[in-house]
């Protein structure tokens, strides 16, 4: 099944004052990052959907690396711009289903991402979703019988909500790295003293 990853990076990380796109991670920002793990993943095809402070953004990531659109309302929320993103491959992709991640959760790779499209195949479900922090979240697979779903939420409505819509119909992959965020200063400094080996140069 032809597979399409929708990466959010529209927000304007208000919370924590500053782009949180461009917080450097592994020698990338996290939008680079994210890009790059999408990229080695095995879906087939990815859009970057920007919003907020795009040409700022922008500077943050090769632009050849992954086609992108800007999403102008997105200021009503995460809906739109996750729409956004689905009509773009709906309208210049052929894709079956589709992945849903954000620049903000550091710890999601090509492996993770790989696994949700695995698990879809094995367990017959229409959703597969993260689990973490005693919920379900993204990064999270949906099937094209829910696209329609998907574009008819509005304003703050997340994809969670189809989630929980969908109960019967969900696979769950325990990811718990998933409850790692980055929407504060507070985040980052937390971040910073757990995993300090992560932000340490590679061996050469």
């Known amino acids: 099944m032809k ?10 990380s208000s919370r924590l004052g500053r782009a949180k796109q461009l917080i450097e991670f592994e020698g990338k920002t996290l939008i680079q990052k994210a890009i790059d793990e ?19 953004i922008q500077t943050g990531f090769e632009s050849s690396s992954a086609p992108l659109i800007i999403n102008s309302d997105w200021q009503q ?3 739109s711009s996750m729409q956004a993103g689905l009509r773009f ?12 991640m954000l620049c903000d959760q550091p710890f999601v790779d090509a492996s ?11 367990s017959g479900k229409g959703i597969v979703a993260a689990a973490y922090s005693n919920t379900l979240g993204v990064p ?19 994809a969670k909500k189809v989630i929980f819509n969908h109960q019967a119909e969900v696979h769950a992959l325990d990811f718990p790295l998933g409850a790692v965020d ?12 757990r995993y300090p ?8």
């Open 3 to 12: 597979t399409g990853i929708i990466l959010l990076a529209a927000g304007s």
């Open 38 to 56: 999408a990229n080695k993943s095995q879906a087939d095809c990815l859009v970057v959907v920007l919003g907020s402070n795009t040409e700022l």
């Open 77 to 79: 929320g995460m809906s």
């Open 89 to 100: 491959l709906m309208e210049n992709e052929v894709i079956e289903q589709v992945v849903l």
């Open 112 to 122: 993770l991402l790989d696994e949700l499209i695995t698990a879809k195949e094995t």
């Open 140 to 158: 999270a697979l949906f099937d094209r019988r829910y696209f329609e779903e998907l574009v008819q939420l509005t304003g703050s409505e997340g």
């Open 182 to 193: 980055l929407d504060t200063e507070e985040d980052i400094n937390q971040f910073l003293i």
């Open 197 to 204: 080996q992560k932000n340490l140069p590679n061996p050469s």
